[in-house]
């Protein structure tokens, strides 16, 4: 197992290192200001803080359109008042010092603005480079289920906020969580779903129950096997969360499969990082095409497989889905074959027998999956087999996170 945390702020700082040697910056008006924590010097294009043994440099422009002054920032809002059109782009402090913690600048004109250093701290460029945006489990079948991770049950997830949170936090760590005793209708799983979540509808509908009828252009509405996969790769912004209950299965087989794409996906770096960094800056195609006597949907979006946040280089989304990719036209004929060697590599971690779970869905067991992270797929079965489910808006999840203070 190997994990993707977050240190503490302070922590952090302590340890940032610049990442480049660089010479020295030419000043003008130097101002020197000692505290007993911070250092200060107004150079002609920032402002240089040294806290806690790590230099940090604030464009003027940002310090004054980031001021939380009452006639800047609306605190009840928590919204910007300040029009950040109207800052000289030339603007410079008269002042600076430290005082009681904080810094204080004085603009022309005679406005004040005061900052926390710890508030610069942690939002400053150096700051963010060494916090993860969500702190994460990875793992692979032996490590989750030596996690031993205890499903949420019904009645109290219904009713217990500390079980909602418990759930949450399972769900931001490993990409998946569980609620069991769930009533086998669709009526209940739709309301265990709303308990986390706005559902967002789809061209599938809002709550989908189907069975492996055809009734749909795609081949989950079938008995056959499904490989690894996430959903809704030919969205633009593809499905956040995919919910399932599986309400009956008379019959055998139908095992699901669940995959941690960013396990995988951390393996390649560690062990390619040009290939890594490769399915990370290449944009491909996904495309759903759908022409039915009652459904017509040409649906297509475009993005790399692995999708990094630039400051820090954290994975935030798998898109990786062999059924759904498009024709591979959107990059050159000297970028093609390394960026199969690269996919093949990284396809080769994610079928390793080792990374996978199975796991029998049963009516009552109800299975959250973070979409942009864990790949699902399915072993062929027999018999009647009715799922119900639906996918939940990412963003609504993760503010459902973040107000039990949970960092998501």
């Not at 936090?169 to 669709?186: C, E, H, K, R, S």
């Not at 499904?226 to 309400?247: A, K, N, W």
Request: with cysteine; hydrophobic share 35%; proline share 4%.
């Amino acid at each position: 197992m190997f994990s993707v945390l977050p240190r503490a702020a302070g922590s952090a700082m302590r340890q940032f290192q610049l990442p480049f040697a660089r010479s020295e910056p030419r000043t003008s008006l130097l101002q020197v200001r000692f505290a007993a924590s911070a250092t200060l010097r107004l150079l002609e294009d920032c402002l240089e803080v040294s806290y806690e043994g790590t230099p940090m440099r604030f464009n003027y422009v940002w310090l004054r359109d980031h001021c939380r002054s009452a006639s800047s920032y609306n605190s009840a809002t928590h919204q910007r008042s300040l029009d950040t059109g109207s800052i000289e782009l030339t603007l410079r402090p008269e002042s600076s010092a430290v005082e009681d913690g904080q810094l204080v600048l004085t603009w022309p004109g005679g406005h004040v603005s005061k900052f926390s250093l710890g508030w610069l701290a942690e939002n400053s460029h150096e700051g963010r480079k060494t916090v993860m945006e969500q702190p994460r489990i990875l793992w692979n079948a032996n490590v989750y289920q030596n996690a031993r991770i205890s499903a949420a049950k019904w009645d109290k997830f219904m009713s217990s906020d500390s079980e909602l949170k418990k759930f949450l936090q399972n769900y931001l760590l490993y990409g998946i969580a569980f609620v069991d005793d769930v009533p086998a209708t669709v009526e209940a799983t739709e309301e265990v779903t709303r308990r986390v979540s706005l559902i967002r509808e789809t061209t599938y509908g809002r709550m989908w129950s189907f069975t492996s009828d055809f009734s749909r252009g795609d081949t989950a509405y079938s008995q056959l096997a499904l490989d690894r996969h996430t959903d809704t790769s030919y969205f633009q912004e593809p499905c956040g969360i995919q919910v399932f209950h599986c309400l009956r299965h008379e019959g055998t087989g139908g095992k699901t499969l669940l995959v941690d794409g960013f396990y995988a996906a951390e393996k390649l770096r560690q062990r390619s990082p040009e290939n890594f960094e490769l399915l990370c800056r290449v944009p491909i195609r996904h495309e759903y095409i759908e022409n039915t006597e009652n459904h017509r949907n040409h649906m297509t979006g475009i993005g790399p497989v692995l999708n990094i946040y630039p400051w820090n280089n954290e994975l935030y989304m798998i898109r990786y889905n062999n059924y759904d990719r498009s024709v591979m036209n959107t990059m050159p004929h000297d970028t093609i074959q390394r960026w199969y060697v690269a996919h093949r590599e990284l396809t080769t971690e994610l079928r390793w027998p080792e990374n996978e779970l199975w796991v029998k869905l049963t009516p009552g067991k109800v299975i959250f999956i973070d979409n942009w992270r864990v790949l699902h797929g399915r072993e062929s079965f027999t018999g009647l087999r009715q799922l119900c489910g639906c996918y939940l808006t990412r963003d609504d999840v993760l503010s459902a996170a973040r107000c039990f203070g949970l960092q998501a």
